[in-house]
């Protein structure tokens, strides 16, 4: 098979990988429907899809219309070289690729499952990293992420993940990003040698307990296989200086969840996330809304509502950048996040609605759960009320705070700002 052909075959599924998918630019909305209508369309959430897109999505799989499939996945998967967020904000053209897609594992939701009947493809990491090499030389793709499927168990695999890895950075001189994936089982010296060649590596959870990843890879073992590379890495970065290694820093850290294919609720996940993200420092959690693939057990399970996974994303965030804590996440009682709202504006509702916050006392961490207030908001605030009064809501404005939707929540001087009525009802 041409080399081409190859990496199709080997790309056309990554969409299930959502690391580094465009960011989240707006922590707060105030409903999937509102959401869809007044934010910009083609910015894009953490999932990889606009509000518009899911709104979209999720019509066509309440009132018909077509086949959803294509629908949720033509919007969900980023095929080949994508446009990519990289930890420090800047956008850069990722290939997201395995080495191979043959796989001894059979995870029920997994397109490259062992008993599932589809084309493989197999690249050499010798191959594999002339390939992107040429690639990255002809300006067609700035950074690789590097998975595979295991074959010949999980130690093997993450040997040829770190040949790859070498020939691409001794070999052919590439300093560029390397997101390289941790195999189930891999060993402590792999994980120290992946962490000397890459700039971010992961290890997909999956689930965010044992019981639930039986329902969903009842082959893999969740502490030993999977949570306890991650806590090497963490223990390898505590204890060794990355100058030693002729590093400036040591790579960071993610995971992800596939979220709706084990029953599992929102307090599960975001639960092992608040612990991950504190005990681990993973820079990032990322969660992928389940979705049905054609000959796996679990086909005919319904696929999640995209929007779950939004709020999610909105939820981690809220808990790593704005000082939220797990208790705060407005739950319903069957353990679920709102999903007509997002998590921010429904804990505000319930909280600041009789108590609400004066903008020229209060401090950072106050500010910044107002919803419209973000780090760079509160930030100004701060700033400019050490120079001048602010006098109403127009200041706010003028500070880049979104004013409208911080008007219900916060007093200016003593007084309720005037709130401009909505054009739309939520």
Not at 149 to 159: F, S, W
Not at 216 to 229: D, M, N, T, Y
């Amino acid at each position: 098979m041409e080399t081409a052909a190859r990496l199709a075959l080997l790309t056309d599924q990554m969409g299930f990988e959502p690391a580094e998918d465009s960011d989240l630019k707006r922590p707060t909305a105030p409903s999937p429907a509102a959401e869809a209508r007044t934010l910009n369309p083609h910015a894009k959430a953490p999932c990889g899809n606009t509000p518009f897109a899911l709104h979209q999505a999720m019509d066509t799989l309440t009132h018909g219309g077509g086949d959803p499939a294509p629908a949720l996945e033509a919007k969900k998967h980023s095929l080949g070289v994508s446009q990519a967020v990289m930890p420090g904000g800047r956008k850069i053209a990722l290939l997201k690729t395995l080495l191979t897609s043959a796989c001894e594992r059979d995870c029920f939701y997994c397109p490259f499952r062992a008993r599932r009947n589809f084309r493989r493809a197999t690249f050499k990491p010798q191959e594999m990293a002339a390939v992107f090499s040429q690639m990255h030389r002809a300006g067609v793709a700035e950074g690789l992420f590097l998975s595979s499927g295991v074959a010949g168990g999980g130690v093997r695999t993450q040997d040829q993940l770190i040949d790859t890895a070498t020939i691409l950075r001794r070999r052919h001189a590439y300093r560029g990003y390397l997101h390289l994936k941790m195999m189930p089982g891999t060993e402590r010296d792999q994980v120290l040698r992946s962490m000397q060649l890459a700039d971010r590596l992961s290890v997909n959870l999956e689930a965010p307990n044992t019981e639930r990843l039986r329902r969903l890879a009842p082959g893999k073992i969740f502490l030993e296989e999977l949570l306890q590379p991650l806590k090497w890495a963490h223990e390898l970065r505590q204890s060794l200086a990355p100058e030693r290694f002729g590093l400036r820093r040591w790579p960071s850290l993610v995971t992800q969840f596939v979220v709706g294919g084990a029953g599992e609720d929102d307090l599960e996940i975001l639960s092992t996330t608040h612990a991950l993200t504190r005990q681990l420092k993973l820079g990032r959690v990322y969660f992928s809304a389940f979705s049905p693939v054609p000959d796996t057990p679990l086909e005919n399970h319904p696929p999640e509502d995209p929007w779950r996974e939004h709020r999610l994303y909105q939820a981690s965030f809220l808990m790593r950048d704005y000082g939220f804590e797990l208790e705060d996440m407005p739950f319903t009682q069957s353990g679920r996040l709102p999903l007509d709202r997002d998590p921010k504006q429904a804990w505000a509702e319930e909280n600041l609605i009789d108590t609400r916050v004066e903008i020229h006392q209060a401090e950072p961490a106050e500010l910044l759960r107002v919803p419209g207030i973000g780090p760079k908001g509160a930030a100004a605030i701060v700033a400019a009320r050490r120079q001048a009064r602010l006098r109403d809501i127009g200041d706010l404005r003028r500070l880049g705070v979104l004013a409208d939707r911080a008007a219900p929540y916060i007093l200016i001087g003593g007084r309720a700002p005037a709130q401009q009525i909505p054009l739309f009802a939520a």
